[in-house]
């Protein structure tokens, strides 16, 4: 059984590569819906339709581990996911996402942090509630970025940093700033010159790769049951030269195929 991981693109590519870099032992399947990004201008029901439809192509690739690695999907799927729709569908297959793991990074803030997303994620307001389950008192600023994917899954970092630049700028006294997409960590460079000195870029590409192994430390039902021949694969919806010169800078001598 394999570890899988879905985005809405390509961004996963970078998360993905966390976890091969913290445990390259173990077998990967990413799968990215390329042909339906993005998914942060998509209605709640469409990202549902477009999310169960990846968790069951990774089922059929034999993933017993499957992590959500967008941050818009995890934010409108993930629960019912966990908690109606794999019960029944693959008891034995276990659905995580990336909200819970950054909002643990970020919870040593003191009064402010900052959230920057898609639209889907911060209507959500998923960040919000979940940094304050841990403190009540944080004040939280959400300030979603609709042009930042399109324009990095095009590659045009020049549009993107522009884009990057002006909504940062509307962030107010942050301690913290959540980049809460897993596209954004192309960026995160970018965010780190553009905020003050003082505040704490979080991208999830720095630290996912410790909590997935900390996490199959502590689930080693799920461990003893995952491969480890050092196999990845990596397929979308929708592929073309560029998607495969992004996945190629990333994985050297690894394409990416078509889904079946």
Known sequence: MKIGVFDSGLGGLVITRAFIEALPEYDYVYYGDTANLPYGDKTSGQILAHTLDAVKYLVQKKCALII???????????RYIQQRFMPQYAP?????????????EAADAVSKVGVIATNATIRSHIYREELHKIKPDLQIQEIAAPELVPALESNNFADAEKYAEEYTSRFTNIEALILGCTHYPLLKDCFRQ????????ISQDEFMGKKLKDYLERHWEIDITLSRRA???FFVSEVNDHYQKVAAGLFPGIGIERRE
Request: charged share 25%; with cysteine; proline share 3%.
């Open 68 to 78: 959500i690695a967008c941050n818009t999907a995890t934010s409108v799927s993930l």
């Open 92 to 104: 034995d297959v276990k659905v995580l996402g990336v909200v819970i793991p950054t909002v643990e």
């Open 194 to 201: 553009l905020v003050k000195k003082n505040v704490r870029v």
């Open 231 to 233: 196999e990845y694969r």
